[in-house]
């Protein structure tokens, strides 16, 4: 499903260059559930950020379900990423005037789906978050993990194939976390692949796949389901 070879991704800052992936080789098949660890600057983020086609590799390439991301123009990229993958991040990223449902509805505004079935649609996917009493609250009105649930709903509401989730436990006290990680848990056994950066042992512990990253290098790919 992607296929990562050789990918480095540099960042010129001052007159230094940053080799912030340095020739990074993965291939994830769907419905895998896998977490990355590593020290801060280490280049998940980055990683993250190339496989969600927010970014392009500096060099190397990169097939998602077959195709060239390299080959693809910008509308067809974000055409790719509103298809096949949904996005988490640490700080949520609501919009904070429009309430649970209206956040939810937007990937679907986006692609223009009509108002009666995107409305019915975001109503469903918050009910199986558990947020059926949360619909026309504001972010801040909400809990943390609240927010965080909203915005989970966000990334699944057009059915990507991939989640790639960025420290999505990292500002959540430990019952919202395992609340968190529950749900994405489920998503997977329900089918979608995961990808999650994380320091929590928790979601650590339920992955199969555990990669490290060091220098913007993988230095560790450990398959619990391997022989
Ligand atoms: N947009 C950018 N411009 C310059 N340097 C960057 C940029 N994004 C990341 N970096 C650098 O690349 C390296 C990896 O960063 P990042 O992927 O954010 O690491 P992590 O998520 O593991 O903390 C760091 O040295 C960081 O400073
Ligand atoms: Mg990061």
Do not use: W
């Amino acid at each position: 499903m992607i296929e990562l070879q050789q990918v480095c991704r540099h960042f010129q800052v001052g007159d230094q260059m940053v080799h912030a992936l340095d020739h990074v080789d993965l291939t994830i098949e769907s419905g895998e559930f896998i977490s990355i660890m590593g020290p801060s600057g280490s280049g998940k983020s980055t990683l993250l950020n190339i496989l969600g086609l927010l970014d392009r590799p500096t060099q190397g390439s990169y097939r998602l379900n077959g195709a060239d991301v390299a080959k693809l123009d910008d509308s067809m990229l974000a055409d790719q990423r509103q298809k096949h993958i949904g996005f988490v991040f640490q700080s949520f990223h609501l919009i904070p005037r429009l309430n649970a449902v209206e956040n939810v509805e937007l990937p679907m505004v986006l692609a223009g789906v009509s108002v009666a079935s995107r409305r019915k649609r975001a109503r469903q996917v918050l009910e199986s978050m558990g947020l059926g009493k949360r619909l026309d609250h504001r972010p801040d009105q909400l809990s943390g993990g609240e927010r965080q649930r909203v915005a989970i709903g966000r990334a699944i509401v057009m059915n990507p194939r991939v989640v790639l989730a960025d420290e999505p436990t990292g500002n959540l006290d430990s019952h919202s976390s395992s609340e968190v990680i529950e749900i994405l848990h489920r998503l997977n056994r329900d089918g979608l692949s995961l990808l999650v950066v994380t320091h929590d042992p928790e979601i650590g512990g339920q992955a199969h796949r555990r990669l490290a990253m060091r220098d913007g290098r993988i230095i560790r790919d450990a398959d619990s389901r391997s022989p």
